[in-house]
């Protein structure tokens, strides 16, 4: 039986081709590929993900080998923002934690989980690089730093952050 | 020419991190390196200038840079690419000084960048950087195709014969990509697994091929070098070592932050006034002075320069230059737990002692710190310590790294790990799952 694998579109394809103009072979640009699908797609299915490796002339094995190395290639649907929860140490002592806690007890979910209105993802991340301004997380393209728990829901509903 | 700076890399910083664009990098000095050396000085000269410089990388390991470049075949006898890779995949635990670097001054990092490739005689150039780093991700590519504008960068580079082309490659996550052959792995589209040395990326690196690749910091350091001369670089430096060194301090801190200062600067210094000492109700434990795999120092070690022989040769290394502060309410143990959770779930898994080792250390020091750890427990983490503590046993340098806070805290903070054993429950009113004493 022949499988039916959905193409990928026009603009998709350009992105990709693109990228493989300046590299020695397709499959070099997997992660790049990967990624500009999830931008078009919010995530990367399994039918996506064969899409992709039928373009790049590999295995969807090999594919996903990759896809699933990579912590910001979402193999499950994700919300429409995802939050990147910095727990690494210096936010660890700056209480990370009841951050979290926060967000859990203002969303419902936990780590790796999605809330049931596709809003949010929260997710864990390895230290963004603010230890200064710690805790730190990410929502959407969004850093929020100097967290108060008591003050979360700020920077969850979406306000642009000072900078 | 612009008056020799005493601070190179912040001198473009304004107060409100405010970005430098081309106007303003130009109008303060900016260029003038790219202009009196490209096609000016051979590559060979300013290899030498490099090595005379005695510039260490800044990245963590402080190989010296010039040598590291030494290596690059320059015969040009195999035709094809050389390339340079600049990391900018900056995740080490408590480090925040690139992003400063490039937010602030982006086409900092474009200069030392074309220069550094010049030198190498790399016709190909990659920013590789992580994916969170948005502002920075804009400003750099903003900044590249100003200069293709300005002539600073693609073919015949000001009439020079020299050409390059740049670009920047926005990673996917995991931290072992800052491993330079893990990123090279990833930057040729695999999962990032480390590779094996030799052979070394400077011969056989990105598909093969001649490449480099260094930190942010060390790269914004090269044309300032080739400006203003290796004497100046060497006078900026405190004691053995050359030129700045961003410092930063985070943790229970007043002030923290991130400062260049001359390399050598006295740890005292650094936490005591630039970081402003401890917040009020909290005294200093110790710390990690480089970042989440250097090992623990303590207030003894104070007056210590902060510099790569000073910190080696009092047990621990300088790493990034980032410390971090243990305070008095913050459990030690709980600490270590948290960065060896991190470096267990970076690990890549390609080899068992990483992969199976890192989480049965994290495993250990969680039920220490619940208070279900037994003395044995301690023989355990001796047992990993030893094994997949030594480079050599593990494929790379991340398990060894790891190791580090978890050798030193055993070291300087036996009491604790005693404490929670004995007492069956952590003492310290800040736990694993408690969140921090406000």
Known sequence: MTELIPALSDSEIAAIDAEIAHVPYRSAVAIDALKIVQAHRGWVSDESLRAIARHLEMSAEELDGVATFYNLIFRQPVGDRVILLCNSVTCWIKGCDKVQAAITENLGIGLGETTADNAFTLLPVTCLGACDRAPVMMVGDDLHQDLDPAEIEKALSGEPNRD | ?438
Not at chain 2, 159 to 173: D, I, K, Q, R
């Open chain 2, 1 to 438: 020419m612009t008056d020799a700076p005493t601070h190179p890399l912040t001198r473009n910083v304004r107060p409100d991190r405010r970005p430098t664009d081309m106007a303003a990098y130009e109008a303060n000095g900016g260029y003038n390196s790219l202009k009196t050396n490209i096609g000016q000085r051979t590559p060979a000269e300013c290899l030498e200038i490099i090595k005379d410089s005695n510039l260490r990388g800044r990245g963590g390991a402080g190989f010296p840079t010039g040598m590291k470049w030494s290596f690059v075949p320059m015969d040009n006898a195999t035709p094809g690419h050389k390339y340079l890779i600049c990391n900018a995949d900056e995740m080490e635990p408590g480090t925040f000084k690139d992003r400063l670097l490039m937010e602030c001054d982006p086409h900092q990092l474009i200069e030392g960048m074309i220069l550094s490739a010049y030198t190498l005689q790399a016709d190909i150039a990659y920013i590789f950087i992580r994916a969170e780093y948005h502002k920075a991700i804009g400003l750099l590519r903003e900044a590249i195709t100003a200069c293709h504008e300005k002539g600073y960068l693609g073919d015949n580079i000001l009439g020079s014969g020299f050409s390059l082309e740049m670009h920047v490659h926005v990673s996917a996550g995991r931290y072992i990509c800052g491993e330079e052959t893990a990123l090279i792995s990833s930057l040729e589209g695999k999962r990032a697994n480390p590779r094996a040395k030799p052979p070394f990326p400077q011969v056989s690196g990105l598909w093969g091929r001649p490449t480099i690749v260094n930190n942010v910091e060390t790269l914004c350091n090269i044309h300032h070098i080739l400006e203003f001369g290796a004497d100046w670089f060497q006078a900026l430096g405190k004691g053995e070592d050359a030129g700045t060194k961003l410092y930063g301090v985070s943790g229970r801190v007043k002030n923290p932050g991130c400062w260049e200062l001359p390399i050598g600067t006295s740890i005292r210094e650094i936490i005591e006034d630039h970081a402003g000492g401890m917040e009020d109700g909290y005294s200093l434990r110790g710390f990690l002075p480089g970042g989440g795999s250097t090992d623990f120092l303590t207030p003894e070690h104070l007056d210590l320069a902060m510099d790569y022989g000073t910190i080696g040769k009092a047990g621990s290394r300088m790493g990034t230059g980032t410390m971090i502060v243990l305070d008095d309410k913050t459990c030690p143990i709980g600490f270590i737990h948290n960065l060896t959770s991190f470096f267990a779930r970076e690990s890549c898994g390609f080899c068992t002692p990483c992969r199976d080792g890192l989480p049965w250390s994290a495993q250990v020091l969680e039920s220490l710190e619940n208070g279900d750890g037994r003395p044995e427990d301690l023989e355990t983490l001796a047992y990993q310590i030893d094994y997949i503590g030594a480079i050599g046993n593990t494929h790379c340098a991340l398990a060894p790294g790891a190791m580090e806070p978890v050798q030193s805290a055993l070291k300087y903070f036996r009491e604790d790990f005693e404490a929670h054993i004995n007492e069956g429950c952590c003492p310290y009113e800040r736990s694993a799952s408690g969140g921090a004493v406000s």
